[in-house]
């Protein structure tokens, strides 16, 4: 690995197709960097399995009492691995949990999300199905800053999928997913190519 390739550390709780759409931007030289490592809250997700046909470490870290968030502890051992193995940005590829102090002071400014809608429209869970029941006639996909808010992070990019008169929550969220596995990547090469100036809630994209 060069000094310049970025290390990233990917966090997910399923899955894992946008950590597949991350590993192939990076095996392509979209994204100048590698995953290091792949942590999940899950022990039998199949993001995990994605990272060791790879030979790329892969952790579960609980079991967790609680399904929105994990204990201050479960954190902190999650910032061990990331540091570890030498992070410098984590990218949320399908994380279900709400992230909490530990991660977010440990890598403050160096962690992005994915969220299938155009935010702040429908955050939270279920976002497509949110955007079927409300009736809207686009949606789409937020890569954004991770800050202490749900889903309220600074924008970076966004991409817009029309709702169809004949869509179903599944084929909605295959099209938005499609979207996703555009949008995390070209942030990340965004980012590692020190594209990427905040200010405030907002983000500048640099030429």
Same mark, same amino acid.
């Given at each position: 690995?060069?000094? #310049? #390739?970025?290390c990233?550390?990917?966090l997910g709780?399923?899955n894992g197709s946008?950590?597949?759409?991350?590993?192939?931007?990076?095996?392509r030289g979209?994204?100048?960097?590698?995953?290091a490592?792949? /942590?999940s809250?899950?022990?039998?997700?199949?993001?995990?399995e994605?990272?060791?046909?790879r030979?790329i470490?892969a952790?579960?870290?609980?079991?967790?009492?609680f399904?929105t968030?994990?204990?201050?502890e479960?954190?902190?051992?999650? /910032?061990?691995i990331l540091?570890?193995?030498?992070?410098?940005?984590v990218a949320?590829?399908?994380?279900m949990?709400?992230v909490?102090?530990? =991660? =977010?002071t440990?890598? #403050?400014?160096?962690m992005?999300n994915?969220h299938?809608? =155009?935010?702040?429209a429908?955050p939270g869970?279920?976002?497509?199905?949110q955007a079927?029941?409300?009736?809207?006639?686009v949606?789409?996909?937020?890569?954004h800053?991770v800050n202490?808010?749900?889903d309220? *992070?600074p924008?970076? &990019?966004?991409?817009?999928v029309?709702?169809?008169?004949n869509?179903t929550?599944?084929?909605l969220?295959?099209?938005?997913q499609?979207?996703?596995?555009?949008s995390?990547?070209e942030?990340?090469?965004l980012?590692? &190519?020190?594209?990427l100036?905040?200010? *405030?809630?907002q /983000?500048?994209?640099? #030429?």
């Amino acid at each position: 690995m060069s000094s #310049e #390739e970025l290390c990233i550390g990917v966090l997910g709780s399923g899955n894992g197709s946008n950590c597949e759409a991350i590993l192939q931007a990076c095996d392509r030289g979209q994204i100048p960097g590698r995953v290091a490592v792949v /942590v999940s809250d899950l022990a039998d997700a199949f993001i995990l399995e994605r990272a060791r046909k790879r030979g790329i470490p892969a952790h579960f870290v609980g079991p967790s009492r609680f399904k929105t968030k994990l204990e201050p502890e479960l954190e902190t051992q999650m /910032v061990s691995i990331l540091r570890a193995a030498g992070v410098e940005l984590v990218a949320l590829a399908g994380y279900m949990r709400v992230v909490k102090m530990p =991660l =977010l002071t440990a890598f #403050e400014g160096k962690m992005l999300n994915v969220h299938p809608s =155009l935010l702040p429209a429908f955050p939270g869970l279920h976002a497509w199905e949110q955007a079927l029941n409300f009736g809207v006639r686009v949606t789409g996909c937020t890569v954004h800053f991770v800050n202490e808010g749900v889903d309220a *992070g600074p924008v970076i &990019l966004q991409q817009a999928v029309p709702v169809l008169t004949n869509d179903t929550p599944a084929t909605l969220h295959q099209r938005i997913q499609v979207a996703e596995h555009e949008s995390l990547p070209e942030a990340i090469r965004l980012f590692a &190519l020190g594209k990427l100036q905040t200010d *405030g809630q907002q /983000v500048k994209i640099l #030429e």
